[in-house]
């Protein structure tokens, strides 16, 4: 058994994840996925809205799934479980890099050390995204070097929750959606519908990545846990999210459920307290009618054409 190994129950399936209790981890975390994020962003083709970038959640941890390397495949996975990171070939070899306190200078050497070690050569913008400035490139960051694995896990299982609920919010909707997909940069787990019509330009001079990322109207939900936004909106506590874009009148003064969710001006999100669903008899529930009841005010509202998009499957089919 791996010396990193811990404990998993599953009598708390919603488990307290105060963002101040890992604030620093959180930090370095963001920065090591970055950069496996962007190594993915290196070697994939892009796919709409930027799927092709996006982590996958599995029973361990996050993955890159395969992405072409040449002739060969490789994939990279984080294990919260035994806390390592995997790098695999398509041709059986393997590197393991194990997740422990370390500089993010550190890991982003012992990683390129590794996948050039296996015949791979990547080039990445060392310089970390969406995190508020001052930022230090990655190549040399020694001020972030936090790992509580604790809580690391702890946030892996509240995604693998959320993605439980979300299976089922995105089962009875017929048009276009996204996978359940965790974007590496705002370091959320996202999953989005869209309305079949493209969306309005964004003003000039907009970032080439809100470009790709908004040019379809779209209802976006998901978890967040709290930190400084591309903005520099911290919310300081994990919530669940939901917005429209693009954002039509009346939505700010939605009713929606529950009656602790509420509109949050600065982001221009309706926000729910993580805390607040977790301590509520049926979190999975109280999450579900969250996403719903936010999705069912803002396609109304924006005049999506909820007949056509709504098939209604039942929940069991085969």
């Known amino acids: 058994m791996s010396p990193n190994r811990q404990t998993i129950t599953t009598a708390n399936a919603w488990p307290p994840l105060p963002l101040d209790d890992w604030r620093e981890t959180q930090a370095t975390l963001h920065r090591w996925l970055q950069i496996v994020g962007k190594t993915k962003l290196a070697l994939t083709p892009f796919l709409n809205q930027w799927w092709n970038v996006a982590l996958h959640l599995t029973v361990r941890g996050l993955t890159t799934g395969p992405m072409p390397a040449g002739d060969r495949s490789v994939e990279i996975s ?53 995190i508020v400035a001052p930022v230090i490139s990655c190549a040399v960051d020694r001020e972030h070097d936090a790992y509580d694995a604790d809580a690391v896990q702890r946030w892996w299982r509240i995604m693998l929750g959320t993605e439980r609920v979300l299976g089922r919010y995105r089962a009875p909707f017929g048009g276009k959606s996204s996978p359940v997909l965790f974007y590496w940069g705002s370091f959320d787990l996202a999953q989005t519908r869209f309305s079949g019509r493209p969306a309005p330009p964004l003003p000039a001079g907009a970032p080439r990545f809100f470009q790709l990322a908004e040019d379809q109207e779209n209802i976006a939900i998901g978890f967040w846990p709290g930190n400084a936004n591309f903005f520099g909106v911290e919310l300081g506590e994990p919530a669940f999210y939901a917005y429209i874009f ?60 909820r007949t056509a998009l709504e098939h209604g499957y039942p929940e069991g089919v085969s």
């Open 246 to 305: 693009p954002e039509p009148d009346g939505f700010k003064a939605a009713t929606v459920q529950p009656d602790d969710a509420a509109f949050h001006p600065q982001l221009g999100q309706f926000i729910l307290p993580y805390e607040a669903a977790r301590q509520t008899s049926d979190p999975d529930g109280t999450i579900l009618a969250f996403f719903q009841s936010v999705y069912e005010a803002a396609a109304t509202l924006a005049s999506w054409d």
């Open 78 to 130: 984080l294990d919260f479980i035994e806390h390592n990171l995997f790098i695999q070939t398509s041709d059986g070899a393997t590197k393991v890099l194990p997740l422990i306190p370390r500089a993010v200078a550190d890991f982003y050497d012992e990683f390129f050390t590794a996948l050039r070690a296996l015949g791979i050569e990547v080039a990445i913008d060392p310089m970390p995204v969406e």
